[in-house]
């Protein structure tokens, strides 16, 4: 069975800092993308950034651009979130999920960001409240 465990999130003031993790466990591939997104309360969710396994290639949203940095260590299965000057507007769930992309093969350049819609497996959430 194939595990997201996210973790990181807490209350924190505008301007402060957070750093996401997620965490994979029971992968059978050493292929895949991993996504954050966040859903807002009473807003649709949101991709916020996410990082392929093969090639370390990224991409950051634009409302989060300048201040979030994704990064990835695959022997730990682990992708990191750094969110820095948070902002009111950055209070949301952040979820991370896991595409396996074993089957456009090594060396195929995936178009990022990935669709909601392609994701295999997701996270629980960890819960990001920004106090002004």
């Known amino acids: 069975d194939v595990q997201l465990q996210a973790s990181g999130g807490g209350l924190v003031q505008a301007g402060g800092s957070l750093r996401l993790s997620c965490v994979a466990s029971g992968l059978s591939s050493d292929d895949y993308v991993i996504g954050w997104f966040r859903q807002a309360p009473g807003k649709g969710r949101e991709g916020v950034s996410c990082i392929s396994s093969s090639d370390g290639r990224t991409y950051t949203a634009a409302s989060v651009k300048g201040r979030a940095i994704i990064s990835r260590d695959n022997a730990k299965n682990t992708v990191w979130l750094q969110m820095n000057n948070l902002k009111p507007e950055d209070t949301a769930i952040y979820y991370c999920?896991?595409?396996?992309?074993?089957?456009?093969?090594?060396?195929?350049?995936?178009?990022?960001?990935?669709?909601?819609?392609?994701?295999?497996?997701w996270g629980q959430g960890t819960l990001v409240t920004v106090s002004s």
């Open positions: 999920a896991a595409e396996i992309t074993t089957s456009y093969g090594r060396g195929y350049r995936l178009a990022l960001p990935r669709p909601a819609a392609n994701y295999d497996y």
